[in-house]
């Protein structure tokens, strides 16, 4: 056995020891517990709507109050004030919900239901392309505009 060899098998030897140690170390010390899933403790806090918190967070910004008004529409969807009747990649159908809209209990929903249901129990939103940020204002569905 020359040099060469003995530099070459005493390397591989080394790399192979330093493998197995670290394979022994992972499996003893490094595998993680298994996790519980996170559940969100979050409550929205008494007399604030959606709408308000999305205003609250974003400090009255101009871009959040397109966003709140998206807020307060999904709170009247999934409160049963509003039903979504049919949908497809150019228009949405909405309709008034079975709830008594006299049972809403923010004002600015109140409004918005009242405005889209002011002369008919249904409405059309067709989808447009914004030509500028301004004209996003009323934008609740992505790409969708009143």
Do not use: C, H
């Amino acid at each position: 056995m020359n040099d060469t060899d003995l530099i070459f098998y005493l390397s591989l030897g080394a790399f192979i020891a330093i493998f197995v140690y670290y394979l022994t170390v992972w499996y003893v010390f490094g595998k993680d517990d298994k996790l519980k899933p996170i559940v969100p403790t979050f409550k929205m806090p008494k007399g604030l709507s959606l709408g308000q918190a999305e205003i609250l967070k974003n400090d009255g910004m101009y871009f959040s109050r397109s966003k709140a008004f998206e807020m307060s529409m999904a709170s009247l969807i999934s409160k049963g004030f509003i039903d979504i009747e049919s949908y497809d990649t150019q228009e949405i159908f909405f309709k008034k919900g079975e709830k008594d809209p006299s049972l809403i209990e923010f004002e600015e929903e109140a409004e918005i239901y009242n405005g889209f249901f002011e002369y008919d129990d249904r409405i059309r939103v067709k989808k447009e392309t914004p030509e500028s940020q301004s004209d996003v204002s009323f934008e609740f569905v992505r790409g969708y505009k009143m």
